[in-house]
């Protein structure tokens, strides 16, 4: 049905007039048409393309190729938008890696079980567990000893407030969304389900704050110490399980998060210059 | 002398989706120049094209095993590359062209019109006239569909109308240019 386009191969000044953009568009088009589907005048128009073009554009091909993929979790922050030098620091934290989250998650679980299968007497294990995870999560995201950027981050221009705060927010954006959903399987009142939340909040910028004074270490277990016993006294006094968490107790929570924001608050303003207020 | 390659593409497509680097070079070498060619005519930033030429050979290296071992692996990378540059000129109208029909820009001398006939696979009827004859609108929606492989939703968004209205000026182009095309020979047939 056609003569054979086979046959016909556009000849260099054509293409020339075509690469230089000097065709009118039909005639740019059908040329165009034949190119894109003829080998011979495919290669003929690659020896006419500048040289330096091609290797600049093949490079920059090849360093996208060979770069090994970036793990998971700095695609994911760089997905919700943080520059990839922050999203690798990070990713660094101990805490962010797949261990230690499945590591809550189960310890969450566990805790979860124990109030649902004795119908909501054993609260303790969850409200115990439940704020702690995101504060040891805090905890062990920084740190010289977990953190394997450490002497990086020391002597990068990278505030190191700044990081300390990224990777709090971090960790509890992975821990809490899935204590929130254990929390709903919880028997008993609907509040309770959310009720873990004071503390947690709480414990947090108290851990920071302490942090600043005595290392995220002694810190940490300052934290661990002190809200063990809350909820170990309150089940051993023969108090309600949810003593822990019911209104008043809640109030104070709220006034220690306020105290220790601002301790951290005043020592930053301190401390601005030189960043290690936390 | 044409060097009929020992390997097909669609053969160095296979070798990129198993992991060969230089069968990716391979395919660079073939197709980089014309892709390149091709893009730089719709738009006016050396940058931007070379940067999409790149993003093309990148989604080739990730998405070879995609590609379906009957097509022409030279359409599936322009269908790429067409599609990567009009969703990062979205934002920027100024540098996309839609070509001019009209203007004869340099001595047309160069090419005899029976070329031209070859080269569009039509054998009767003058098309370059009778594309020349079509509104801009409706040159743009063959431009787009017909020239470029965008579907009708893709070059709606690209040229800024409805879905709709790109089928409608499609199939009215379509007929105007049978129309030009087919009159001229009544009883040729």
């Known amino acids: ?278 | 002398m044409s060097a009929t390659p020992i390997v097909t593409d669609a053969a160095l497509v296979a070798a990129v989706a198993d992991g060969d680097a230089g069968a990716l070079r391979e395919l660079y070498e073939r197709h980089g120049a014309w892709l390149h060619a091709r893009l730089i005519r719709r738009c006016n930033d050396p940058e931007v094209v070379v940067e999409v030429v790149q993003d093309t050979f990148v989604t080739l290296w990730k998405d070879a095993r995609r590609f379906r071992q009957e097509g022409e692996v030279g359409a599936w990378l322009w269908g790429i590359a067409f599609r990567r540059m009009v969703s990062r000129l979205r934002s920027r109208k100024d540098v996309v062209l839609i070509p001019e029909w009209d203007v004869p820009t340099a001595p047309q001398e160069v090419l005899p019109s029976a070329e031209e006939l070859v080269l569009l696979g039509v054998e009767y009827g003058d098309l370059g006239a009778a594309l020349r004859r079509l509104s801009p609108e409706f040159r743009s929606v063959v431009q787009a569909v017909v020239l470029d492989g965008l579907t009708t939703k893709e070059a709606g968004r690209l040229l800024g109308v409805r879905e709709n209205t790109v089928k409608t000026r499609l199939h009215r182009a379509k007929a105007q240019l049978r129309t030009a095309l087919t009159e001229p020979q009544e009883g040729w047939r």
């Not at chain 1, 953190?147 to 990086?152: G, R």
């Not at chain 1, 190191?160 to 821990?175: E, G, K, Q, Y």
């Not at chain 1, 910028?205 to 002190?226: D, E, N, Q």
């Open chain 1, 1 to 278: 049905m056609t003569t054979g386009t086979q046959g016909w191969h556009a000849d260099p000044e054509l293409l020339a007039s075509y690469l230089a953009g000097d065709l009118d568009a039909i005639t740019g088009a059908s040329v165009e048409q034949h190119v894109s589907r003829c080998e011979t005048c495919r290669t003929a128009v690659s020896h006419m393309l500048e040289p330096q073009l091609v290797e600049r554009t093949w490079a920059g091909i090849r360093d996208a190729v060979e770069r090994p993929p970036l793990p998971v979790p700095i695609r994911l922050a760089r997905r919700l938008g943080l520059p990839e030098p922050t999203a690798v620091l990070l990713a660094a934290a101990a805490s962010l890696r797949g261990a230690w989250l499945v590591g809550a998650f189960l310890s969450l679980s566990f805790a979860t079980l124990a109030a649902y299968v004795s119908g909501g007497t054993a609260l303790a294990p969850f409200l115990l567990v439940a704020p702690l995870a995101p504060v040891l999560g805090v905890a062990v995201a920084y740190g010289p000893r977990q953190d394997p950027l450490e002497a990086l981050v020391a002597t990068a221009p990278f505030g190191r407030t700044r990081l300390i705060l990224l990777r709090t927010i971090a960790v509890l954006v992975s821990v809490l969304p899935v204590t929130a959903l254990l929390g709903l399987a919880l028997p008993g009142p609907r509040w309770l389900a959310a009720a873990w939340l004071g503390p947690a909040l709480a414990l947090v910028p108290v851990l920071l704050a302490l942090a600043g004074f005595v290392g995220p270490r002694v810190a940490a277990a300052v934290v661990l110490l002190v809200w063990s016993s809350v909820v170990v006294a309150s089940t051993r006094g023969g108090l309600d399980p949810a003593w822990p968490v019911e209104a008043a107790q809640q109030g104070v929570y709220l006034a220690l998060a306020v105290a220790a924001g601002a301790v951290i608050a005043v020592r930053l303003g301190i401390d601005r210059q030189r960043g290690v207020a936390l």
